[in-house]
């Protein structure tokens, strides 16, 4: 399955790149993610939940980041695994300075989604996955918005202070969780799209994801 | 025969008291199976992680391969070996190192229900080497990858068949097309899908099993071989089947063997159940094909040579030998002769489900190729399509005709009997053919499009190797009647019945059949190529024939009469003109069983002071106690039935939307047991042929994934698709191969469909169709690329 899109993001290039690579925003952006761990340069490790009806379950997942050009663009290979279904993901991700009105985050997805989800849920995963994304881009611009973060470089083991919006944890070295109620700029849309999201979530992750979880070389 | 007597089955069926092997109930400690399945359509196993199941409640047993022995462990028999099927490849019950589709049985959970079963399933962890699939016949015959490594081309099998010099013959005609076809795939989708219970008893050191099949007696078979049992251990009862239309004659299926072991394991029954999202990804599908056709022909459109080439996919695995393929290539003649014939095919693997029979097995590809052909060549020729058919057909007084080919049963393709001449002309005033075009300009002056198609089969059906019954008259008088076949539906229970009740003389109401269960009729072959009425109907006949014959015998000692001066009407044997010299069938099975010990009035009669001549043995030599009847059918070849529909269709020019608005069918299986059932069985076809043509397909991705494995989204026909009316009209050419005279009809609704609506859509549009199934957007897409060529 092939998705692609973008989204513009009211931010200068800079902040937005800075803050999608940062692990804390994206634990409490990312629809459904739980949980996030740096495994290694550029490689995350992460738990997301999220299920259509019968279809829900958690997935174990990771990602890979490649193709770094800062400011510009990355790859990102992401694939996940849980009882609903699988998800193998290649995702182009480039930014585009917009200038005063903001950055272009064009992503270009190709997926595929196996396992109860790929035969089930497929026909509302392009469309659901491109709402998810719009929504995860609301929610990190609402971040940058309301405590940009400090930019600094993560690496595994360092600690790092929490985004005062969302409220992420670091319970241990280089792992986040997510604070315990959904950020307030998902609402009630939040729940709508975790509930119809099922692969969707893993789908987006492979599209946002790519673009977020990063770290600097 | 020949009534259309009410279905004695559907009073259960349509209150809500059918049976069916999910509704057996083996009491509270069954226990319920779950299977983990491939997610991806190709990979190799790398791990099996199971220990987070090993200590869940309610949890009984986890199967992986390893856990398999002995034949278990082998993979899962290739059902009709063939010598042109040199790349033969069946799964394991359970994967062994590598899976070739989605679906394909990993792991099976035993626990104490399906929600514990399936939570186990998921907490299974098994890593994988995804390794690239191949999807679709393009993929397959680039054989750039490959499914199984050690199968070059992915080519299961290449089978050419010829009668005189094709090519030559087209080299030679005056015209000549070629046309290249599409036909997608589909599936049977039986409402009820796969299902499988099984207990051991060990007080009797035997295993009963009831499974969804079309085959008991395979399965038992099967079963006996893969857990080490003798087959006198095996009981498989076939239960009421919500419906099989060729899947079910697939066996066996991992969970048949699965279940049966796992219940001997652990000493309690076990039950499986398939859900719908399983049974689209591990059953089976079919019709899959790519078809490149040459023909030469003469002005009148009398095919002079015909060479047809084509690639069928048949999925990962070949357990059904080539029997779909092999049916395409010889039934694709149906009711032609064409001067010179070559067929080529080429089955080859691709990492999806596999294919294996669906209603038609075949056919109704070789019918779409055939008449896609007779279309073209009437289109070239500007000649009626049906003057083009006619100067094609085998005539009346060449039966019985051998094309020279070798057909799926092994048997030479010789048509027994047909009368096609007769058929069109049938369905040319059925339909109203020659009154068309006016009505076609009629409507094109008020924008409307409309287009008529016609199409023809010719169905070998009854294929052998036998099958057989057993007729039992109780001293009550009732009748029990058994044969090993299974019953998926088609009205058994009523047209048997009707059999024995003309033949032995007995009242329809008073004979019971019993059809599908091992215990009654351990020989037998199954359920499958139209076959059930002329194999078991005819072996129903000839032992309800054997019943009688034994019953005059004794009736005529008791009556002291000659046998052939009695007569049986309603039960009762009486002489001929002497009715009151008579005796209750009843009574005679009560002296054809010579008693010490009497346990009610009527078997008084029968013990050793009131019956018989002492001189004599109580039993006659060459006889045997009890008022029974036995007998095989066993024919040297299929009898050919055939039909011809046509279809009047409007397209939105809009929408593109496919509206039917008259379909008529001309149908000829011999002699009608049932007109009812036959008219229902053609019912049923044209309705599942209808979503095969405009509405069903399997979607799957480039990456094997099936996009449309649930009823959301694989369009089945409602009734609102279906026309309101089905003009039908028999045809009564009666085979001379059975004592009946009778021929299949349980799949022949379905053959033409592709044909007939792909050549009515393509009259209405003007637009030549190479492609089916078709939806309103291939539709509109066909027309853009007409209108903007590239």
Redesign the interface.
Same mark, same amino acid.
């Given at each position: 399955?092939k998705i692609s899109g973008s989204n513009v993001v009211a931010h200068p290039v800079g902040e937005v790149w800075d803050a999608l690579l940062d692990p804390r925003v994206l634990v409490a952006t990312i629809p459904g993610c739980e949980r996030l761990e740096t495994t290694g340069p550029d490689e995350y490790a992460m738990t997301v939940t999220a299920g259509v009806a019968a279809i829900k %379950?958690t997935y174990a997942g990771s990602c890979a980041l490649s193709d770094l050009r800062k400011h510009e663009s990355l790859v990102m290979r992401l694939s996940g695994?849980?009882?609903p279904?699988?998800i193998?993901a290649a995702v182009d991700v480039a930014f585009e300075d917009l200038g005063a009105e903001g950055t272009r985050i064009s992503y270009e997805a190709d997926a595929?989604?196996?396992?109860?989800v %790929?035969?089930?849920g497929?026909?509302i995963l392009a469309s659901v996955s491109k709402r998810m994304a719009a929504e995860f881009f609301g929610n990190v611009a609402g971040a940058i918005g309301q405590a940009t973060p400090s930019a600094a470089p993560v690496s595994p083991g360092a600690p790092v202070e929490p985004v005062a919006t969302a409220r992420a944890v670091e319970t241990s070295p280089g792992v986040f969780t997510a604070p315990a109620a959904p950020t307030s700029s998902a609402g009630v849309s939040q729940d709508f799209y975790r509930g119809v999201g099922v692969g969707a979530g893993l789908v987006l992750l492979g599209v946002v994801a790519g673009a977020v979880l990063g770290r600097r070389r | 025969m020949g009534q259309p007597v009410q279905r004695v089955e559907d009073q259960r069926f349509l209150r809500g008291l059918g049976r069916y092997v999910d509704d057996v109930d083996t009491g509270p400690g069954t226990l319920h199976a779950a299977v983990l399945r491939s997610p991806h359509a190709h990979a190799r196993i790398l791990d099996i992680d199971v220990e987070a199941v090993l200590d869940l409640d309610g949890v009984h047993a986890v199967y992986t391969h390893d856990d398999l022995t002995g034949p278990m462990a082998e993979p899962l028999p290739l059902l009709i070996p063939h010598p042109a099927l040199t790349h033969g490849r069946t799964q394991h019950a359970l994967a062994k190192d590598e899976v070739n589709y989605v679906g394909e049985a990993i792991a099976f959970v035993v626990a104490d229900d399906r929600y514990v079963a399936e939570d186990a399933v998921a907490r299974i962890v098994v890593t994988y080497d995804v390794l690239p699939p191949v999807v679709g016949l393009e993929a397959a015959r680039a054989g750039e990858r490959l499914v199984h490594d050690d199968v070059p081309g992915n080519l299961a099998a290449r089978l050419e068949q010829e009668v005189g010099d094709a090519r030559a013959a087209i080299a030679a005609a005056p015209h000549r097309l070629e046309l290249d076809l599409t036909i997608e795939r589909s599936a049977c989708m039986p409402l009820e899908g796969r299902g499988t219970v099984a207990r051991w008893e060990p007080d009797l050191d035997r295993l009963q099993l009831w499974t969804s099949t079309q085959t008991s007696t395979g399965v038992r078979a099967a079963v006996a071989v893969k857990l080490g049992l003798d087959l006198g251990q095996v009981d498989v009862i076939t239960p009421d089947v919500g419906g099989g239309f060729g899947v079910k004659v697939v066996h066996p299926w991992p969970e048949e063997l699965l279940v049966p072991y796992a219940a001997r394991a652990l000493g309690r029954p076990v039950k499986f159940t398939e859900d719908r999202r399983e049974h689209f990804i591990s059953s089976a599908h079919e019709r899959g094909q790519v078809q490149h056709v040459e023909v030469g022909f003469d002005d009148d459109g009398r095919v002079l040579g015909l060479d047809v080439e084509f690639w069928h996919d048949n999925g990962a695995y070949t357990p059904y030998g080539l029997i779909v393929p092999i049916i395409t290539s010889t039934q694709l003649l149906g009711p032609y002769k064409p001067g010179a014939y070559r067929v080529v095919f080429e089955s080859l693997y691709t990492n999806t489900v596999i294919v294996t029979p669906y209603r038609g097995a075949g056919r109704p590809q070789g019918c779409y190729a055939m008449e896609r052909t007779m279309d073209a060549v009437a289109a070239y020729l500007g000649k009626d399509r049906t003057e083009v058919r006619a100067a094609n057909f085998i005539q009346p007084d060449e039966f019985p005709y051998d094309h020279g080919l070798v057909f799926q049963d092994g048997r030479e393709l010789e048509y027994d009997s047909g009368d096609y001449p007769a058929s069109l002309e049938k369905l040319k005033e059925l339909v109203g053919w020659d009154d068309f075009p006016a009505y076609q300009r009629e409507m094109a002056a008020q924008g409307r499009r409309v287009g008529i198609g016609l199409a023809c089969y010719v169905e070998g059906t009854g294929v052998g190797p036998y099958e057989g019954a057993h007729v039992h008259v109780e001293t009550s008088g009732k009748v029990k009647v058994a044969t090993g076949l299974t019953t998926q539906g088609q009205g058994h229970a009523t047209v048997f019945a009707q059999l024995v009740a003309d033949e032995l003389g007995v009242r329809f109401e008073d004979v019971e059949v019993v059809t599908g269960d091992t215990r009654r009729m351990p020989y037998a072959v199954g359920t499958y190529a139209s076959r059930a009425a002329v194999m078991s109907g005819s072996a129903v006949h000839l032992a309800a024939r054997r019943a009688k014959e034994k019953a005059l015998r004794i009736a005529a000692d008791a009556l002291e009469a000659d046998p052939a001066d009695l007569q049986i009407v309603d039960g009762v044997v009486s002489v001929k003109g002497a009715p009151d010299s008579a005796i209750d069938l009843g009574t005679v099975s009560v002296l054809s069983n010579p008693l010490r010990y009497a346990f009610d009035e009527a078997s008084k009669a029968a013990t050793q002071f009131s019956v018989g001549d002492n001189s004599l043995p109580p039993v006659p030599e060459d006889e045997e106690p009890g008022l029974e009847g036995k007998d095989f059918y066993s024919p040297p070849r299929a009898t050919f039935a055939s039909g011809m529909h046509a279809v009047i269709v409007e397209t939105d020019p809009e929408t593109a939307e496919v509206t039917i608005l008259k379909y008529a069918v001309v149908h000829d299986c011999g002699h009608l047991i049932n007109p009812m059932i036959v008219e229902g069985q053609i019912h049923g076809g044209v309705a599942q042929g209808i979503g095969g043509a405009l509405y069903e397909r399997m979607a799957y991705d480039e990456s094997g994934q099936l996009l449309n494995a649930s009823f959301m989204d694989f369009l089945m026909p409602y009734v609102t698709e279906i026309p309101d009316g089905i003009d039908i009209d028999h045809l009564e050419t009666p085979s001379p191969l059975n004592p009946l005279g009778i021929k299949g009809a349980g799949e022949a609704g379905v053959i033409p469909s592709a044909a007939v609506f792909a050549a009515a859509i393509e009259d209405a549009e003007g637009l030549a169709i190479r492609a089916m199934p078709i939806s309103p957007s291939d539709l509109h897409t066909l027309r853009l690329s007409q209108e903007h060529p590239r």
């Open positions: 399955m %379950g695994a849980g009882a279904g699988t193998d595929t989604v196996g396992g109860m %790929g035969g089930v497929q026909r | -």
